[in-house]
């Protein structure tokens, strides 16, 4: 079906009639909503330049902006709360006629400055809250058999609340990340993921995908310009339309209203904890004997690994379909089933204060208090094996974790290499700590992370699709079919340690390097740290105008790369309103 039809059908809901319900909602909230400590357009307080002509109806405030790992900070920015997907074109064609940039906010739970640039002038940035409006949901569960079932959700809708919705009518998805707090249009637009590989022998149950979340989407929505009207427009975009996939992912360069995803029958995971494989064990070459990552992902597909500096033995856990509880197996009946590594003891906060006032030599003991507090956390709370539906036991993260910086990215590959992969980052990394080390120096004191998921594989997708997300990191390399795993590795560290851009930047060198030619390629993983300098990410200036646009262009055709999702950002946008300075250096 065409793109622009209004009376597009998804799943069997209108999405006319799902903006409208959403309008509905938010008509009931009132006008006059202002969020928490912000200061109210028209308050004497306010220290911005006042937006001339401010659309009416329209709450409008002076707030902070914060991001994950605390390092982008503004005290006051204007944030704006539409109340519909039309707001977000009056503000769109607003800001066009008054010069001013829209930037849409969300948990604001990232690193990479893909909606606001440290240190950068918003005298004329207008922040857009998707979460206090935009954020309905609608469950269409015909066909969940067949895969057929959608959920329609607002841009502003967690990923949490969309799950919780899929779940009340016997729905699911296979992946999804570690976080629920997160907005479905945030995860989008970086193709967030989960640490979901089929088992050896595995299907994809019908709806599920073990790639992207972008890969689930069969519908969107979004602000884009009319050359005919001479204005910003709402635009329907259906998966079959070669036109939605650079806006699958989009790094914030477009504003998506709402999507329409896919979702199979839920189903239930048993997650295992284990804290007593060396390291060396664990991460050990393809082959070896004993209990291996290899191993864990042939019997379960769904593997994840954290070992923090300075311990011999990672927290791994391992999710298995199990449609039985086991008697072992504890059952939950909700997500953030870890608690005690929300609640951080004074066991790690005195080495962390240490750390914090320059004294590097506390790492060490750092990363072991992180360790036992997990370990001794999992043994005292029976948490080591959980049984129960699927998203109850892939979210174990909350916004109050510890905030850490993160470096590393993602290496694309055949299965086979797995355990190579991971086993030559590891010696690579265990190697550079300790000589370090013994210089006198940590910048690491931060676990290293490793898990898996598939490519966008468009066999998973349910409708007629025009092709993968175009600058997706799981994107498939034509060139090398056989290439089907992405194995996610990131390093992360306290902000503002002494040297950790540095060790960051030497390692993104080295598994660009190590992971090349026919064996595998490194790609940035978008929401977190890349392009480094020796002084800060996102900084290197031939990594954001030559490097990484280059890993999008290789291994597939020309017109359908980075160019093309370039080209079409601009045509979305020609006046660059959805936009900031730092993605004006990375897509011009």
């Given at each position: 079906?065409?793109?622009?039809?209004?009376?597009?059908?998804?799943?069997g809901v209108s999405r006319r009639g799902f903006l409208t319900a959403a309008a509905g909602a938010a008509a009931l909230a009132g006008l006059g909503w202002t969020p928490a400590q912000a200061i109210p357009f028209g308050d004497v307080?306010?220290?911005?330049?006042?937006?001339?002509?401010?659309?009416?109806?329209?709450?409008?405030?002076?707030?902070?902006?914060?991001?994950?790992?605390?390092?982008?900070?503004?005290?006051?920015?204007?944030?704006?709360?539409?109340?519909?997907?039309?707001?977000?074109?009056?503000?769109?064609?607003?800001?066009?006629?008054?010069?001013?940039?829209?930037?849409?906010?969300?948990?604001?739970?990232?690193?990479?400055?893909?909606?606001?640039?440290?240190?950068?002038?918003?005298?004329?940035?207008?922040?857009?809250?998707?979460?206090?409006?935009?954020?309905?949901?609608?469950?269409?569960?015909?066909?969940?058999?067949?895969?057929?079932?959608?959920?329609?959700?607002?841009?502003?809708?967690?990923?949490?609340?969309?799950?919780?919705?899929?779940?009340?009518?016997?729905?699911?998805?296979?992946?999804?990340?570690?976080?629920?707090?997160?907005?479905?249009?945030?995860?989008?637009?970086?193709?967030?993921?989960?640490?979901?590989?089929?088992?050896?022998?595995?299907?994809?149950?019908?709806?599920?995908?073990?790639?992207?979340?972008?890969?689930?989407?069969?519908?969107?929505?979004?602000?884009?310009?009319?050359?005919?009207?001479?204005?910003?427009?709402?635009?329907?975009?259906?998966?079959?339309?070669?036109?939605?996939?650079?806006?699958?992912?989009?790094?914030?360069?477009?504003?998506?209203?709402?999507?329409?995803?896919?979702?199979?029958?839920?189903?239930?995971?048993?997650?295992?904890?284990?804290?007593?494989?060396?390291?060396?064990?664990?991460?050990?070459?393809?082959?070896?004997?004993?209990?291996?990552?290899?191993?864990?992902v042939a019997r379960s597909g769904r593997v994840e690994a954290i070992w923090f500096p300075f311990t011999e033995t990672p927290w791994l856990k391992v999710w298995t379909p199990t449609p039985v509880k086991p008697p072992q197996s504890?059952?939950?009946?909700?997500?953030?089933?870890?608690?005690?590594?929300?609640?951080?003891?004074?066991?790690?906060?005195?080495?962390?204060?240490?750390?914090?006032?320059?004294?590097?030599?506390?790492?060490?003991?750092?990363?072991?208090?992180?360790?036992?507090?997990?370990?001794?956390?999992?043994?005292?709370?029976?948490?080591?094996?959980?049984?129960?539906?699927?998203?109850?036991?892939?979210?174990?993260?909350?916004?109050?974790?510890?905030?850490?910086?993160?470096?590393?990215?993602?290496?694309?590959?055949?299965?086979?290499?797995?355990?190579?992969?991971i086993n030559e980052f590891t010696g690579w990394h265990h190697r550079r700590q300790h000589e370090l080390q013994a210089a006198g120096r940590f910048p690491i004191n931060g676990p290293f992370e490793v898990r898996l998921c598939g490519?966008?594989?468009?066999?998973?997708?349910?409708?007629?699709?025009?092709?993968?997300?175009?600058?997706?990191?799981?994107?498939?390399?034509?060139?090398?079919?056989?290439?089907?795993?992405?194995?996610?590795?990131?390093?992360?560290?306290?902000?503002?340690?002494?040297?950790?851009?540095?060790?960051?930047?030497?390692?993104?060198?080295?598994?660009?390097?190590?992971?090349?030619?026919?064996?595998?390629?490194?790609?940035?993983?978008?929401?977190?740290?890349?392009?480094?300098?020796?002084?800060?990410?996102?900084?290197?200036?031939?990594?954001?105008?030559?490097?990484?646009?280059?890993?999008?262009?290789?291994?597939?055709?020309?017109?359908?790369?980075?160019?093309?999702?370039?080209?079409?950002?601009?045509?979305?946008?020609?006046?660059?309103?959805?936009?900031?300075?730092?993605?004006?250096?990375?897509?011009?």
């Open positions: 079906m065409a793109a622009g039809r209004s009376d597009q059908q998804t799943g307080r306010a220290t911005l330049p006042a937006p001339p002509a401010f659309p009416d109806g329209i709450a409008l405030a002076q707030q902070g902006y914060e991001n994950w790992a605390q390092e982008i900070r503004f005290d006051q920015v204007w944030t704006c709360t539409p109340r519909d997907a039309r707001d977000v074109v009056r503000l769109a064609n607003w800001a066009h006629a008054n010069g001013y940039r829209l930037r849409p906010r969300g948990t604001m739970h990232g690193w990479s400055p893909l909606t606001l640039e440290a240190g950068q002038n918003v005298d004329r940035v207008l922040l857009v809250d998707t979460m206090a409006r935009l954020n309905a949901v609608l469950v269409d569960p015909a066909g969940a058999a067949e895969g057929r079932a959608t959920v329609t959700a607002g841009a502003g809708a967690t990923v949490e609340t969309i799950l919780t919705e899929l779940q009340a009518h016997g729905l699911g998805w296979a992946n999804a990340p570690a976080i629920g707090g997160l907005t479905i249009a945030g995860v989008l637009a970086i193709d967030a993921h989960g640490a979901t590989l089929p088992a050896d022998g595995e299907s994809a149950l019908p709806g599920a995908s073990f790639g992207s979340l972008s890969n689930l989407v069969t519908a969107m929505t979004a602000v884009v310009w009319d050359d005919v009207a001479g204005r910003y427009e709402l635009r329907e975009f259906s998966r079959a339309d070669a036109a939605i996939r650079p806006l699958l992912t989009h790094l914030g360069r477009s504003f998506v209203t709402s999507v329409t995803l896919q979702a199979g029958p839920n189903y239930r995971l048993r997650c295992e904890s284990v804290t007593d494989i060396p390291w060396r064990e664990l991460f050990a070459p393809a082959g070896a004997p004993g209990r291996t990552f290899e191993s864990y504890r059952e939950v009946t909700g997500p953030y089933n870890y608690w005690y590594s929300d609640n951080i003891p004074q066991a790690v906060t005195d080495p962390l204060g240490l750390i914090t006032r320059g004294i590097g030599s506390a790492t060490p003991l750092f990363g072991q208090a992180q360790f036992a507090t997990i370990a001794s956390g999992l043994a005292a709370t029976g948490t080591a094996d959980l049984w129960g539906w699927s998203k109850d036991v892939l979210f174990y993260l909350r916004a109050t974790t510890l905030r850490m910086n993160a470096g590393g990215g993602v290496v694309i590959t055949r299965r086979s290499n797995i355990a190579r992969v490519l966008d594989d468009q066999g998973e997708v349910t409708v007629e699709s025009a092709g993968p997300p175009t600058i997706s990191a799981l994107r498939p390399r034509p060139d090398h079919p056989e290439w089907d795993t992405a194995i996610w590795m990131n390093v992360v560290g306290v902000p503002g340690t002494p040297g950790q851009a540095a060790y960051f930047r030497e390692m993104e060198l080295f598994m660009r390097e190590n992971y090349s030619g026919d064996y595998a390629t490194f790609r940035p993983e978008w929401a977190k740290g890349w392009a480094f300098t020796d002084r800060a990410g996102h900084s290197d200036g031939p990594s954001i105008e030559t490097v990484i646009p280059g890993t999008y262009r290789a291994g597939v055709p020309a017109g359908d790369d980075w160019d093309t999702a370039r080209a079409a950002y601009n045509a979305n946008d020609p006046h660059r309103i959805f936009s900031n300075d730092f993605l004006d250096r990375l897509l011009p």
